[in-house]
């Protein structure tokens, strides 16, 4: 199995969320498109304001991709996956970001491309890239906190409030690994498997002690 660190950002660095819908919608896509069937054949009425039940066996697909990890940003996401079927990868990416380009589009009446260029795709292919990569997308969040936007560089006020930010912010995996139901069907836990309550204290162990050395540092150009 090859691992892989997903992310892109907004054309010009611009916002590509702009309220809870389009978190929302961003989600249902990643249920959506999850399967090997045309994204048009394939495709289930998103309903604004109300959150598509994916945990609906109903939902019957042939999925392409694991979503081992996910957190989405204003302005940009990153995801952490696996193929299932040769060339999933590339075909879950299309899917994504043009059937969300064009659903944002469509909603705040523009034209143009979305996303900044190529979808980057960096191979997990070390145990210490492994063992950090998780705990670098759950953190993310930190850059909307007062006293932990410099959590990159090791500067953590309070390891306490950080961890309750990451617990109350919805838009990540962050809940679903630490046993609060949040999007559990778009997730899978396997390859990180453990206990929950060992999942979070090992994250506040990771924030107290925060340690970049050696780890390529993700910056979308």
Known sequence: MELYHV???????????MDT??????????????????????????????MM??????LERDRIVDVHGWCLMKNHYHLLISEL??????????KMNVGYANYFNTRYTRDGGLFQGKTKKIRINTDAHFLHILNYIHLNPL?????????????????????EHLSKYRWSSYQDYCGTKNFPSILSTDLFGE???????????????????????????
């Open 85 to 94: 079927v040769e060339g999933g990868l590339v075909l879950f990416m299309r």
């Open 143 to 163: 850059d909307y906190l007062k006293g932990a936007k410099d959590w990159r560089k090791r500067t953590i006020e309070s390891t306490t409030r950080a961890k």
């Open 21 to 50: 819908q389009d978190y929302a919608r961003f989600i249902h896509d990643m249920f959506e498109f999850n399967d090997s069937k045309p994204a048009g054949n394939a495709y289930r009425k998103f309903k604004p304001g109300k």
């Open 53 to 58: 039940d994916l945990g609906n066996p109903s």
């Open 195 to 221: 206990p929950p309550s060992r999942f979070q204290k090992k994250t506040l162990a990771y924030l107290q002690d925060i340690e970049m050395t050696n780890i390529r540092p993700y910056v979308l150009e």
């Open 7 to 17: 992310l892109n950002r907004g054309v010009e660095k611009r916002q590509i969320f």
